[in-house]
C-alpha cells in the first residue's frame, strides 16, 4: 500500500482563494517533501520539512507535519492559475537500508479556475 | 546546470521489441532513480543507484526490466520484450548523498506500446 496518501484527489478553487492539501503516512520518516507536476512535465520539488520540524513556509507555500497522526498538509495562498497541477507528497523513511529513497503518494490535481 | 535529461521524450514500439530509455543525471549527484507514471498505480520507484550501484531494485516489474549504470553520468532502463502493459510515463531523478537535499526530475519519457 502507498506509504503516502493525499487528500483530497482533487480540488477545484477560484483565484485568489486558498488550496490545503493532505497527506497521510504509516511509518515514521525522516521527512516529509511536497512536489508539484504540470501536465505532461517531470515533478519539481517545492518544499521539505524534517521530522523534527512542525511548520515551514516558502512564498506562498505552508507546511505542516504532525508525526504523532502520521500526516501534513500543504497550503498555497493566495492561489493562482498557474498553480493548476498536480500535487504529490512524498516520504523518506527513517532509518534501515533506503537510505535516499522516497515514497510518492497518488497526488492531489489542484485545479484554479481564473 | 542543463538539469537531468532523459532520451528518448517519446517512443512509440511494438509489442515484442526492444526499448532503451536513457538518463544522464544532474553533475555530482550521486543517487539516481528511475520511476514509472500510470494513471492506475500512480508513481512508482522502479530502481535506484548509489555511486553507479543499484541499491534497491525491489520495484522492477519482472525479468524484462533491467537497468544498468556504467558511470557517473549516465544509464538505462531496458525492456526487453516489451507488452502493452508497459506503457507509461518514465522518469529519472537525481540527488546527492544529503538525504534531506530534494530529487531533482527529468521530463519523462512518454513510452507506448502497441
Known amino acids: 500500500s502507498q506509504q503516502g496518501e493525499e487528500d483530497p484527489q482533487a480540488l477545484s478553487i477560484q483565484e485568489g482563494e486558498n488550496a490545503t492539501m493532505n497527506c497521510s503516512y504509516k511509518?515514521?520518516?525522516?521527512?516529509l517533501q511536497w512536489y508539484r507536476q504540470n501536465s505532461g512535465r517531470g515533478l519539481v520539488h517545492l518544499i521539505l520539512?524534517?521530522?523534527?520540524?512542525r511548520e515551514k513556509h516558502s512564498g506562498r507555500l505552508r507546511v505542516t507535519l504532525d508525526t504523532s497522526k502520521k500526516s501534513s498538509s500543504l497550503l498555497i495562498t493566495a492561489s493562482r492559475a498557474a498553480d493548476t497541477a498536480s500535487y504529490f507528497c512524498?516520504?523518506?523513511?527513517?532509518?534501515?537500508?533506503?537510505?535516499?529513497?522516497?515514497?510518492f503518494g497518488q497526488g492531489t490535481i489542484l485545479t484554479v479556475h481564473p | 546546470d542543463a538539469g537531468v535529461i532523459q532520451s528518448p521524450r517519446h517512443e512509440v514500439t511494438e509489442m515484442g521489441q526492444e526499448v532503451t530509455l536513457r538518463c544522464k543525471p544532474i553533475s555530482g549527484h550521486d543517487y539516481l532513480f528511475w520511476y514509472r507514471q500510470t494513471m492506475m498505480r500512480g508513481l512508482e520507484l522502479l530502481i535506484y543507484f548509489n555511486n553507479n550501484v543499484p541499491i534497491d531494485d525491489s520495484g522492477m516489474p519482472e525479468d524484462r526490466f533491467s537497468a544498468k549504470m556504467p558511470n557517473a553520468s549516465f544509464s538505462t532502463l531496458k525492456i526487453q520484450p516489451s507488452e502493452p502493459r508497459d506503457s507509461a510515463v518514465y522518469f529519472c531523478?537525481?540527488?546527492?548523498?544529503?538525504?534531506?537535499?530534494?530529487?531533482?526530475f527529468g521530463p519523462g519519457t512518454r513510452l507506448l506500446v502497441l
Open positions: 531523478a537525481s540527488s546527492n548523498r544529503d538525504r534531506v537535499l530534494p530529487q531533482y
Open positions: 520539512i524534517r521530522s523534527n520540524e
Open positions: 512524498a516520504t523518506a523513511i527513517a532509518g534501515g537500508t533506503s537510505y535516499g529513497k522516497l515514497t
Open positions: 511509518t515514521s520518516i525522516n521527512n
